[in-house]
């Protein structure tokens, strides 16, 4: 079973390759989903408001519209 820890680095890695790949913007929502398909136990909600924490601390613009 995943935990927060394995988590918030998913996420922390997430966010450091899109800068690699110099991408500024990002839906959170589908990262949101693949995330929560790994991590059941947070909710896609709880999981949404990780990843646009991490995320904007690297400066990258999240969206989270279908």
Do not use: W, Y
Not at 43 to 58: D, G, L, M, P, T
Request: include cysteine; charge should be negative; charged fraction near 30%.
């Amino acid at each position: 079973m995943h935990n927060d820890e394995d988590l918030m680095a998913s996420i922390i890695t997430r966010a450091a390759r899109l800068k690699e790949r110099g991408l500024g913007t990002i839906n959170v929502l589908h990262v949101a989903q693949e995330l929560h398909a790994l991590f059941p136990h947070c909710s896609e909600v709880e999981i949404k408001e990780k990843i646009k924490e991490v995320f904007r601390a690297e400066g990258i613009r999240c969206i989270d519209k279908l």
